[in-house]
């Protein structure tokens, strides 16, 4: 039962990193557009155009960021306060779901593997 677990787990993890790699080829332009004018994008867009796919990924991953925790974005000055409005609901939905299943996959493994092992 464990050993069904541990590959659900794993399948999940796959899957996750799966969805943020297409996500990222597919979406990263149209979610800049969306997000133009912040300051905190145009630096990830600068920093980070030159490196691929690998790339696109990074700059999702701190778009995801924004919208996992906006008050610290906010009160650091990364974000305007109503600036994450612009973006369409269905496209971060989509961004959120891979990263937040990444990040639930990593903590399942974390559990078994401390109190499994």
């Known amino acids: 039962m464990l050993l069904l677990i541990i590959l659900f787990i794993y399948f999940m993890a796959f899957v996750a990193i799966f969805w943020m790699l297409i996500f990222s080829y597919r ?3 149209l979610i800049e ?3 133009s ?3 905190f994008v145009a630096n990830n867009r600068e920093a980070f155009s030159g490196l691929g796919l690998i790339g696109k990924v990074l700059r999702n991953g701190s778009v995801a960021t924004m ?4 008050r610290l ?3 650091r000055g ?3 306060k109503d600036e994450l ?3 369409p609901p269905n496209l971060k939905r989509m961004l959120i779901i891979s990263y937040v299943m990444g990040g639930v996959s ?3 493994m974390l559990v078994i593997r401390f109190f499994y092992a």
């Open 33 to 35: 557009e969306c997000l």
């Open 85 to 87: 409005l612009k973006l």
């Open 73 to 75: 974005c906010e009160k």
């Open 78 to 80: 990364l974000i305007e």
């Open 27 to 29: 979406y990263t332009e």
């Open 67 to 70: 919208f996992l925790i906006p």
């Open 37 to 39: 004018k912040s300051r």
């Open 106 to 108: 990593f903590f399942a």
